[in-house]
């Protein structure tokens, strides 16, 4: 045993394991107006990811997500993404990530994990969301579809949903 090993039980003085939630907490206040993401012509700080995280959190909490609650997103690499890594630990949910790169079948079993499945795109300054069932008939479209082929159509219906 090292010297270094002596007297240093973890305590809160010396040892606090760093989670998302803990670390935009942290950063948020450390290093406001430091940039957290840039992406196109859109840029945030990270006091400004914060607040937009707490407002993403507080809308899935009114749609129901709370503890212990998966949710599935199907999404591009945009900020909406990233800011979902942090607002559905808000809400005390847990994270499913889908790449929309899979296959049909693949992506039909990583949604069926997720009790709230959600497609999210980017909508300038706002994030939506279009709930998806996989279970539902409506969806039944995605079946026998190559990966580019779901890509494709999400990314039409992701574009229809702008527009609207």
């Known amino acids: ?29 450390i290093y406001p107006n430091y940039e957290s993401l840039v992406y196109g012509k859109r ?54 990530t889908i790449n929309t790169r899979h296959d049909a079948e693949t992506i039909a079993f990583d949604s069926v994990a997720g009790e709230y499945v959600s497609k999210i795109g980017p909508g300038g300054s706002t994030t939506f969301s279009i709930d998806w069932d996989p279970k539902d008939p409506n969806w039944s479209f995605l079946n026998g579809l190559t990966s580019e082929e779901i890509q494709s159509r999400i990314e039409m219906m992701l574009k229809s949903e702008l527009s609207e």
């Not at 607040?51 to 690499?77: D, Y």
């Open 1 to 29: 045993m090292s010297s270094f090993d002596k007297d240093l039980e973890k305590n809160s003085a010396n040892f606090v394991p760093l989670s998302p939630l803990s670390f935009i907490s942290r950063v948020k206040d």
């Open 43 to 96: 840029s945030y700080n990270w006091l400004q990811t914060y607040n937009r995280c707490t407002k993403f959190a507080s809308a899935l909490t009114k749609k129901g997500i709370t503890k212990g609650t998966t949710v599935s997103i199907i999404a591009a690499n945009t900020p909406e993404l990233f800011e979902a890594h942090y607002s559905i630990p808000m809400t005390g949910g847990v994270i499913n």
